[in-house]
């Protein structure tokens, strides 16, 4: 779980989470030890307060290092594409945009075009 890794990230200490949450800070660490899990609702509130997905906190993403090192997303880009999942509206919008969708599969439509060469994943960087 990356409870601890976000935690440090916004600057909190394990107190001031705990408080955030209305648990003991003796729970948190149990918690950021892997001693014991938070229910499912409390993994929600968690996500929720660092702004992921409950997939992210508990590390099952399709961010893997395999996936990271072949396409190299910026931390950015993983918000975007977290945003978009979570988000019917966002989709709507964005395959409106791109002019995708009716059951188009952009992921693998994305990587065929990388993988085939017809876009190089450093020109895709902007500003």
Known sequence: MRIKELRKK???SQKQLADKLNVAAT?????EKGAYE???EM?????????VSVDYLIERD??????DSFVSLSEKEKRLI????????MQDAVDKLLGIGNGTDL?????????????SPAKTATK
């Not at 729970?27 to 918690?31: A, D, R």
């Not at 992921?107 to 876009?119: F, H, M, P, R, W």
């Open 82 to 89: 977290l945003a978009y999942r979570n988000n019917a509206n």
């Open 10 to 12: 916004m600057g909190l």
């Open 107 to 119: 992921a693998g439509e994305i990587t065929d075009t990388v993988l085939n060469g017809k876009i």
């Open 38 to 40: 938070p229910s499912t």
């Open 62 to 67: 399709c961010f893997s290092d395999s996936f």
């Open 27 to 31: 729970t948190l660490g149990y918690w």
């Open 43 to 51: 993994m929600k509130r968690i996500a929720d307060i660092f702004s």
